[in-house]
């Protein structure tokens, strides 16, 4: 069947609907579909008198000016049939669909467009990421972060049961022989452009703040188990198998209130017991993502000649509470006390008064997969405006119908298209390169590439919130995307580092390649 709504196969003329206009019987058209609200009228949140007003008429326009079409699935048992001899012409999307919107979805899904980057592997993935986030995250994703309440275990079991958690960390052998949702993809082929399609699918639920409480954490922490907790083995194993299989939770905590994008500036330390054998760590980290609900901590600390990386346990002097941030409290954003927190010296990462190595080597997926999900969202916003702009009408006319808003639009869409092309050059460039030869490559592309798209993020904020007026600042309704990106990108622009800090390291990683090369 098409995608449309599944309704009764009565079917009525107009002219029967045109009678049902009175207090005991209220009935009007949407698309083609009869509905009888008549019972529906007190429960109507915007009041009775807006549905009286269309009583026993075709109420197509007047409903799109107001409502998203997911109201009508909502209240689908609310439709008695059809108009005899029409039929519904709106889409009707089911989990898992492409968008036919123009610029909905990236070049290199949509038909009429080819891309060398992408095989087999990479849409099947996307089909399947894509049908597990509609079905499974966004029920959850939209109540959460309405509510502000944190994710859910039983959310975190689906994902470990599907491999997302494993697939989270990007390449490597961590992802082998593992079932990766129902063998979309073998974790052996898994590569950047698949970690690129996990990172944009799952933005799309449009809850920023519950995409941060959607286990970031562990996305930039667990890094640090994987890549440097090879003197421990044990520790590794045991750290790596309770994440992956949701058990345990896990984030990185390395900015404090005196230090953010300046990491040489930490002032929690960590210092020796005369023994040797324990680490006792006192200091405080600020805004740190997923901290409430998390059982480790890597964290940044500063040792006798330098800094380093502990994985801290939570336990005995470990305190962790909420910061109310702009966006929804589901992120776990966090405030850590360690007061006089006793650990182990085995649980160092990587080497004593070295950590900055440690910390350093994490910011390039971090901040990499930051531009993936800020990109993916901008393109989100592209196609609710252009949605909106083809249904509101306005002294008159349609949106899109005024040149001032065509022009927004093409603003907005050359911003999107550009900088998703620069993304999947550089995601190109991390397939072919050693990791070692990426941070000395790849650190600065990837910083400017992402102190760019949150600059873009900054205009097509800005220009949407004009398209869509009041609706763009509301949180419920029509403009619930846009007021939620609006709300929310700039997190983006300072998270995993600041655009000044990111512009001014990539003109310096620049001026090392500089040759003598004169006007």
Partial sequence: MANVLNVPDKTFTREEVKKHNTEDSTWFIIDSVVYDVSEFLDAHPGGEAVLRQVAGQDATSAFYNLHRHEVLIKYNDLAIGTIKGEKQSIITP???????????????????????????????????????????????????????????????????????????????????GVNLLDGAVKGEE??????????????????????????????????????YGDKNPALKKRITEEVFAGKKKICLAITEAFAG???????????????????????????????????????????????????IERGEGVETKPIKTSYSPAAGTTYITFDNVKVPVENLLGEENKGIYVILSNFNHERWMMACA???????????????????????????????????????????????????????????????????????????????CTRAAH????????????RGL????????????NRGYKFDAILGGAEEVLGDLGVRQAMKFMPKAVL
């Fill in 374 to 452: 800020t990109i993916r969202y901008m393109r989100l916003v592209v196609e609710e405006s252009l949605k909106w702009a083809h249904q509101r009408l306005v002294f008159g006319k349609r949106l899109i119908d005024q040149p001032v808003i065509r022009q927004k639009l093409a603003k907005m869409i050359a911003l999107c298209e550009s900088h998703q092309s620069w993304l999947e050059t550089i995601t190109y460039q991390m397939n072919h390169m050693p990791y070692s030869e990426q941070a000395k490559h790849l650190g600065g592309p990837i910083a400017l590439l992402k102190m760019s």
């Fill in 94 to 176: 089911r989990p898992g669909d492409l968008s036919p919107v123009p610029y909905a979805e990236p070049l290199w899904l949509t038909p009429q467009f080819k891309s060398p980057y992408f095989n087999d592997s990479h849409r099947s993935l996307q089909k399947a990421i894509r049908k597990f986030t509609d079905e499974v995250i966004a029920p959850e994703a939209l109540e959460k972060e309405r509510t502000g309440e944190l994710i859910s275990q039983d959310l975190i079991d689906k994902m470990s049961k599907a491999g997302i958690l494993h697939m989270r960390m990007g390449p490597g052998k961590h992802l082998h």
């Fill in 190 to 227: 898994f590569d950047y452009f698949h970690d690129m399609i996990m990172a944009q699918e799952q933005v799309r639920v449009a809850c920023r703040g519950f995409q941060d409480g959607n286990m970031a954490g562990m996305a930039i922490g667990l890094t640090c188990i994987l890549n």
């Fill in 474 to 485: 509301t949180q419920t309704g029509m403009g619930r995307v846009i007021e939620n990106f």
């Fill in 261 to 311: 994008s300046d990491v040489a500036g930490l002032r929690t330390t960590a210092t020796k017991t005369p023994d040797g054998k324990h680490y006792i760590v006192n200091g405080t980290k600020k805004w740190i993502t997923n901290g409430v609900f998390c059982d480790y901590f890597v964290t940044g600390v500063k040792t006798d000649k330098g800094l380093s990386v502990l994985l």
């Fill in 459 to 470: 205009e097509i904020a800005d220009e949407s919130v004009q398209i869509w007026g009041g």
